[in-house]
């Protein structure tokens, strides 16, 4: 089931077309990974889908419930970290979390050991009566996120919760993020940083311009565009004889030895045009042609390169 439907959302700002007829679904329990350059739309969406912005055209659901139609059910359904994180002069975090828990009427006797409980799951128990305008980055943006929580919601939409993050903060974002996952909430995360993404996401969309480019299971977006990879082929001996064979392979579009291959290593990095199928095939071949094939490695497509490629093939 989907616990995010879009269908055809348009926002319009001015001449400004930040969301261009966007479908897209997120299933329930999925880690969502909503990912795009700066402008591409990912911050409209989400103010969309937690009712802070009404859209101009079209429609979108959350938790079934129509977002203008709706807002209340959506509010109670969802929890919103933002991309900033505001200015609470004089609050405490304990009572930063408070307020939030009011005016999402948390009753009052549940208030005090949830909020306990939220600062314990952020890693943030022993900033309970700190400031939070004196509290780190790291730890705002943890706050934030037991903010989002406070109200239980099924779905927790984070608008770049890794930015400004050090690489050890990254990580226990990352393990946190897994921790929700396995508790049973839908997760919606943006970012640039794609790499980032890759291992924690269930499900990816790539959106650009306001337009969704790709999306779906992690492994189907890699795939889609891994048909075509990049195989680093170690020979003993005639490294020249073994270039020539495999120059007249069908799927091997291009040949060339590796550019670090001053030292005679035999290595040749062919550009290969062809799935796992293809590729078993290949390897066949090349032991039936007499090639002395030392190893093969295959140079995994990241992410990163993933996203070049698709929103390069966009005019
Ligand atoms: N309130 C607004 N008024 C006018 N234009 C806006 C407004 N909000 C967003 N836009 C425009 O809509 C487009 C999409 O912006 P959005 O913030 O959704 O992008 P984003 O994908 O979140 O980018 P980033 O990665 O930089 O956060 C941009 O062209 C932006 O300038
Ligand atoms: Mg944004």
């Given amino acids: 089931m989907a616990i995010v439907a879009t269908h055809e959302l348009t926002q319009r700002f001015g001449t400004t077309t930040a969301l261009d007829r966007l479908t897209l679904e997120i299933p329930a329990g999925a880690v969502y990974g909503f990912i795009g350059p700066n402008g591409a739309g990912k911050t409209t969406t989400m103010r ?14 959350v ?5 203008t139609r709706d807002p209340a059910a959506v509010r109670a359904a969802v929890g919103f970290m933002p991309d900033t994180f505001g200015v609470y002069e004089g609050l405490r975090a304990w ?17 005090t050991p949830l909020i306990d409980e939220l600062l314990e799951l952020v890693g943030l128990a022993h900033k309970r009566e700190a400031p939070v305008m004196s509290l780190s980055r790291g730890m705002q943006q943890r706050l934030s996120l037991a903010r ?19 690489p050890r903060a990254r990580i226990e974002l990352r393990e ?54 990049t195989l680093d082929i170690r020979v003993m ?19 060339e030895p590796a550019p670090d291959d001053g030292a005679g290593r035999g290595v040749l990095v062919v550009d290969f045009d062809g799935d796992d199928r293809a590729q078993v095939a290949l390897v066949r071949a090349m032991i039936d042609g ?20 698709i929103t390069e093939a966009t005019p």
């Fill in 48 to 61: 969309i889908l937690t009712t802070l912005l009404r859209p101009t055209a079209g429609e979108a659901r």
């Fill in 63 to 67: 938790a079934g419930f129509e977002v």
């Fill in 95 to 111: 009572e930063y979390l408070d307020f939030f828990g009011r005016s999402f009427r948390v009753a009052a006797q549940r208030r």
């Fill in 148 to 166: 989002a929580m406070i109200h239980d919601p099924q779905l927790l939409i984070l608008d770049e919760p890794a930015s400004g993050l050090d």
């Fill in 176 to 229: 946190l993020l897994k921790e929700l996952g396995a508790m049973g909430k839908t997760i919606m995360i943006s970012s640039h940083i794609l790499t980032e993404l890759a291992e924690m996401c269930s499900h990816i969309a790539i959106i650009e311009r306001g337009r969704l480019l790709a999306d779906g299971p992690v492994e189907r977006i890699m795939r889609s565009v891994q048909a075509h990879r």
């Fill in 237 to 255: 001996g005639d490294v020249a004889a073994a270039q020539a064979w495999l120059h007249a392979h069908p799927a091997i579009r291009a040949v």
């Fill in 290 to 309: 007499g090639l002395n094939v030392l190893s093969i490695s295959e140079t995994r497509n990241n992410l990163e390169e993933i996203f070049m490629r």
